[in-house]
């Protein structure tokens, strides 16, 4: 783990990033922090990043609808696997 | 003394008790309804090849999802490698003596007020869907498998031999194109 505690803007995003995944650590949520005190474009696409998240969680949901095979399907399938089974 | 249960398998119930919620499983993580049956049908296949190696350890469909897992990685692997090779790199950060400041012309713009209460538009799905389309092959399958099959980063780096940090540097380039992709069409109209 490297110890410098100011960092570019490239890292700050990319911790950032890893943020929204739950998944910087601590220290790098430091540097984040520390970054962002100084950063306002970092500050914007933090915000924005919080915002593309939350918008992804909305719409990239799996969709709840139930899809099922069809009787027809399922017995081609069966016939497959007995297939194989020989 | 108990022992624990010790979970078997029933090949000749499989395609009942278990080929919906595979196919539905699979059918939100690819495409197209086609593919999810020939997944579901290549995941039996290799459960009937592999089931001398079950040990009983895990429920029957618990084990036949962790063998459809693999099957949808390696079709996300399939189409990385046909598709993948021309990778259209965006550079965010200066290179050389303001290594890794913001260039100038990618800062981020204020997002349009009205736009903050739009999250539920479904219109925005369209835009959305449209951007990740617009990811170069290997942004979009890292960032799909991240964020909507929600596997866990050491499962991904498995799965296609990349590194944690690797990754990040990918899924954080995705996020940036998705950005300025819906910046630029959505929020900045």
Not at chain 1, 17 to 33: G, V
Request: glycine share 4%; net charge positive; proline share 1%.
């Amino acid at each position: 783990m490297s110890l410098k505690l100011f960092i570019s803007c490239d890292e700050a995003t990319t911790i950032c990033t890893k943020n929204q995944y739950k998944e910087a650590t601590l220290m790098e949520k430091i540097k984040l922090n520390i970054h962002l005190l100084s950063c306002k474009i970092c500050g914007l696409y933090s915000k924005q990043n919080v915002k593309l998240t939350e918008i992804c969680n909305k719409h990239l949901q799996k969709p709840d609808c139930e899809n099922k095979l069809s009787d027809e399907e399922k017995n081609a399938l069966k016939e497959k696997l007995k297939g194989f089974n020989m | 003394m108990t022992e624990a249960k010790k979970h078997t398998l029933d090949p000749s119930k499989w395609v009942d008790s278990h080929s919906d919620y595979l196919f539905n499983y699979t059918i939100t993580r690819v495409d197209s309804q086609e593919l999810a049956k020939d997944i579901v049908q290549e995941t039996f296949f290799s459960g009937l090849k592999a089931m001398k190696n079950f040990r009983g350890q895990a429920a029957e469909r618990t084990w036949l999802i962790s063998i459809l897992k693999r099957k949808i990685i390696d079709h996300y692997r399939k189409i990385n490698s046909a598709r993948g090779k021309a990778e259209v790199k965006v550079n965010f950060y200066e290179e050389g003596d303001k290594k890794g400041s913001w260039i100038e012309e990618r800062v981020p713009q204020q997002w349009g007020n009205e736009a903050e209460k739009n999250i539920e538009n479904t219109e925005l799905k369209g835009t959305l869907d449209g951007c990740i389309e617009n990811l170069p092959e290997k942004y979009r399958t890292v960032f799909l498998l991240k964020n909507v099959q929600q596997y866990e980063t050491e499962e991904i780096c498995n799965e296609l031999g990349i590194t944690a940090s690797n990754l990040w540097v990918i899924i954080h380039r995705a996020r940036h194109q998705l950005r300025k992709c819906m910046e630029d069409n959505w929020f900045a109209k």
